[in-house]
């Protein structure tokens, strides 16, 4: 089918199901278009409390579907293919939290929401790129059990002066590891009037260099405060800036930053998704309330 046709076909769907179509920010150019909501992982959570459909297809991997599910248990929550995953989110599992609580037992346990529901259940609050060193700041404790992800938990100890326990020890994004400090040395070779934004899940090394460093959601609050820029971060996020503010020059850091997880959703995707209803989203519901307390409670603290 034709892509002029899919977005028709994916417009009637939509009104014939009551459906929102939810997109994150590294999605492909051609389902941001389509999206109705567009957002970094804490303005899609914010998004998800207050939606008013039947069915939200949710344009993201399987950890963001399955927190809007938790925030709306009784709407059916899609995610077009089961492909569309996070490495990251992964590398966290339940055993990970439990024994860091054995070492740590005072310690909250903080979870980035790129994790699974399971892992969600186990936690006092979670967090997002965007309010993480905010809602860290706010607890009542010198310690805190981090993960999944490494540098944001670097990032969120140098701003709190806290103790941050990442767990796993080893738990990245694959495509923000991939910046380097060559990267910054070539880049600002190439654009040398432009200043770099960077992602609080690259490495250290590469935070240190940057003029900005934040999430997806404050890159494009703050992009307006200079005419050049180049951009830490998944490549489809150029595409989104690009569009929002055309008067403004940005620059993919790396050609080849891609996310895997979030390509493999198609326009093709969303349109089978809304025609068989495909693939619905469920979390247990004993998992589902406990991992409901940690997410309500970083909307509250943020």
């Given amino acids: 089918m034709k892509r002029e046709k899919l977005v028709q076909e994916i417009t009637r769907l939509k009104e014939e199901r009551n459906a929102i179509i939810m997109a994150h920010n590294y999605q492909l150019p051609e389902v941001q278009d389509i999206a109705d ?9 914010r998004k998800a409390v207050n939606v008013d459909a039947d069915v939200i297809v949710f344009a993201g991997v399987d950890f963001m579907a399955e927190t809007a599910k938790i925030l709306n248990p009784e709407k059916t929550v899609l995610l077009p293919t089961r492909r569309a995953t ?37 936690a006092d609050v979670t967090v997002t790129s965007a309010n993480a060193a905010k809602i860290v700041g706010k607890l009542d404790s010198d310690v805190v059990i981090f993960g999944p992800d490494r540098n944001l938990a670097h990032y969120v100890a140098k701003k709190t002066d806290k103790k941050v326990i990442p767990v796993p020890e080893y738990g990245h994004c694959y495509v923000h590891k991939k910046f380097t400090v060559e990267d910054v040395e070539r880049a600002k070779r190439l654009y040398p009037n432009a200043k770099l934004m960077v992602h609080p899940e690259c490495e250290p090394e590469v935070q240190e260099r940057a003029d900005i460093i934040v999430s997806t959601g404050g890159m494009i609050r703050r992009a307006r405060e200079w005419n050049e820029w180049i951009v830490f971060t998944e490549r489809e996020m150029v595409y989104r800036l690009s569009k929002l503010y055309p008067n403004i020059k940005f620059h993919p850091a790396r050609e080849d930053a891609t996310c895997i997880g979030m390509k493999a959703i198609t326009l093709e995707d969303i349109y089978t998704a809304l025609r068989d209803m495909k693939y619905p989203v469920e979390v247990p519901e004993e998992i589902a309330e406990k991992a409901r307390k940690a997410i309500e409670k970083m909307l509250e603290m943020s």
Avoid: Q, T, W
């Avoid at 909501?37 to 959570?45: N, Q």
């Avoid at 339940?94 to 346990?109: L, S, W």
């Fill in 86 to 122: 996070c490495a990251m989110a992964n590398m966290l599992r339940p055993e990970h939290i439990i024994e860091a609580k054995k070492r740590y037992p005072d310690a909250p346990v903080v979870l980035y929401v790129n994790s699974s529901a399971e892992c969600k259940a186990l």
């Fill in 37 to 45: 909501f567009l957002g970094d992982s804490l303005e899609l959570a």
